[in-house]
């Protein structure tokens, strides 16, 4: 299967926690994006990369979270000192350089601050 | 910012029955994507329309972009129960490199 995975699926923490989450995108896909999605909402953006470039981010990235993508291929979301406020599905998708942006989603790490 | 809202919220009907999901915006898409999204999983994509006045179909699914460009519809035929799930609308911003805006969502419950 070549789709967006998500490393780990689930994570368990206790507040005050550091957490670190991997997405590999869809091979060649330069664009890669990060949305946080709590229950029973839409995905909210937090941020994207173009190859390695972070490029955007949301004012809901606080400075607890850090994005990385180096070489331009996975990427990894690490969140410092997790709060409870903090427990949400973290969703990355990829996207191919074309006009209509279509993204491509992995399944998600779900995120729970004890 | 762009505000999308979809309607309704929650939709329980039974198997065989027809529905239509709606997606309105305050101003006008760059262009609309819709998603599927089951319970412990990422939205799949279903459709992206980009022209005022589109139709595509997919299968049962048939999906309609306004003239204006400002509303989008779903319309399932003879829902299964297959098709429950999340149904997400969503705006690619064109010029803040294709970032999502999501809706809510509608939450759909096809019963056998």
């Known amino acids: 299967d070549t789709g967006v995975s998500q490393d780990p699926r689930h994570k368990i923490t206790k507040r005050g926690q550091n957490v670190t989450f991997r997405c590999d995108p869809i091979s060649e896909h330069n664009r890669l994006y990060w949305y946080r999605q709590t229950l029973g909402q839409g995905p909210e953006f937090l941020t994207y990369?173009?190859?390695?470039?972070?490029?955007?981010k949301s004012r809901l990235l606080s400075d607890r979270f850090s994005a990385e993508r180096p070489k331009g291929s996975f990427s990894t979301l690490e969140i410092q000192r997790t709060e409870q406020g903090d427990s949400a599905m973290y969703l990355c998708a990829s996207s191919p350089h074309r006009l209509t942006y279509e993204q491509y989603f992995g399944p998600g790490t779900r995120l729970t601050v004890t | 910012t762009q505000l999308l809202e979809q309607s309704p919220q929650f939709l329980s009907i039974q198997e065989g029955e027809n529905l239509t999901v709606y997606c309105n915006s305050s101003s006008v898409f760059s262009s609309l994507q819709w998603y599927r999204q089951e319970p412990g999983e990422g939205p799949v994509l279903l459709v992206t329309?980009?022209?005022?006045?589109e139709v595509k179909k997919l299968k049962r699914l048939t999906f309609q972009f306004g003239d204006a460009r400002k509303d989008s519809s779903l319309h399932i035929t003879a829902a299964q129960p297959g098709d429950t799930g999340l149904y997400l609308c969503?705006?690619?911003?064109?010029?803040?490199?294709?970032?999502?805006?999501f809706g809510q969502g509608t939450e759909l419950s096809v019963k056998p």
């Open positions: 329309v980009v022209t005022g006045g």
């Open positions: 990369f173009q190859n390695e470039a972070q490029l955007e």
């Open positions: 969503a705006e690619s911003i064109y010029n803040q490199g294709g970032k999502l805006i």
